[in-house]
């Protein structure tokens, strides 16, 4: 797979993810829709999987840079 494909997805994963981390966007999509209930959850959920797409980022990062 092209690293670039591996560095891409993690940049905007990792940007999409914040958005949601950082702003009430996802809770108050959630109360709209009438999940408000697994908002408590989101901190499990999101931390992690904004640490897995800066890793991702990084990976592809450093397959571009090996590869150059």
């Given at each position: 797979m092209d690293p670039n494909k591996y560095m891409n997805t993690g940049i905007w994963g990792a940007?999409?993810?914040?958005i949601c981390c950082f702003t009430p966007i996802l809770v108050v999509g959630l109360?709209?829709?009438g999940l408000a209930a697994i908002t408590k959850y989101l901190d499990y959920t999101l931390f992690p999987l904004l640490g897995f797409f800066l890793i991702l980022a990084l990976y592809?990062?450093?397959k571009h840079k090996r590869s150059c």
């Open positions: 940007i999409i993810t914040a109360g709209l829709i592809g990062w450093w």
